[in-house]
């Protein structure tokens, strides 16, 4: 079956401008978590959605924000980026509201400048 | 607040070496441990989680893990490494009462044919 699937691979935007970031859980997954992975901070754990609704976020910013569909599709988007925002975004997805089993996708490198 | 240490940041070993990856966490409460590997240019895969029951965990690959609750840790072992092994490895907390998963900074594993 077909894997957590996260458009675009790659992004560069310029400070101040917004992103939106796109995933694709598996077939069947209704839970969908982001996370940010840095150098620094090692992978961080953002929010995740389930039944579209957000739950467990973590300290970031507002600027940080998503949405789930009812597809289970998540998108994320961060406005007014800055330079610190540049990381690997991942997004993960597991079969129901805490089941744990997370399957990763490859990421978005998001690169602010 | 809770965290994850891994305390080795870079291993390095010799094929048929045996390994042991430390993962200390910081909650005394109910946790759900994990364990995620990273090859290189691929994405994060679990290699074995620990809800309950038996404090030995047995992985993919031929990894286990053993949680010591007294000690609050989650050590990966391995008794003869291969040079597929060779990846970053990653230790996760979810606390229960919480329901967020927390990460380690990762240990990168680097194995010598």
């Known amino acids: 079956k077909a894997g957590v699937t996260q458009t675009p691979r790659y992004l560069i935007k310029t400070r101040g401008q917004q992103v939106t970031l796109s995933c694709s859980p598996i077939s069947g997954h209704r839970s969908v978590s982001w996370y940010q992975q840095t150098p620094g901070q090692g992978l961080q754990f953002l929010f995740e959605?389930?039944?579209?609704?957000?739950?467990n976020k973590r300290n970031f910013p507002g600027r940080f924000s998503g949405r789930q569909f009812s597809n289970s599709r998540s998108e994320m988007n961060v406005s007014t980026l800055e330079l610190g925002d540049s990381a690997l975004y991942l997004c993960?997805?597991?079969?129901?509201?805490?089941?744990?089993?997370?399957?990763f996708g490859s990421g978005t490198r998001l690169t602010v400048v | 607040a809770q965290s994850v240490s891994q305390h080795n940041h870079h291993v390095i070993l010799s094929e048929a070496a045996s390994l042991e990856l430390g993962c200390n966490y910081s909650y005394g409460g109910t946790v759900n441990l994990f364990w995620y590997v990273q090859y290189p240019g691929q994405h994060l895969q679990l290699l074995l989680k620990?809800?309950?029951?038996?404090?030995l965990v047995k992985g993919i690959k031929g990894f286990e893990a053993e949680f010591i609750k007294s000690k609050f840790s989650f050590n990966l072992r391995k008794p003869s490494v291969q040079w597929s092994d060779t990846a970053e490895y990653f230790c996760a907390v979810i606390v229960a009462r919480d329901d967020k998963i927390i990460f380690g900074k990762g240990t990168r594993l680097h194995i010598l044919p």
């Open positions: 959605y389930f039944s579209e609704t957000q739950r």
């Open positions: 993960a997805s597991s079969l129901d509201r805490g089941d744990y089993g997370y399957t």
């Open positions: 620990y809800f309950s029951g038996d404090p």
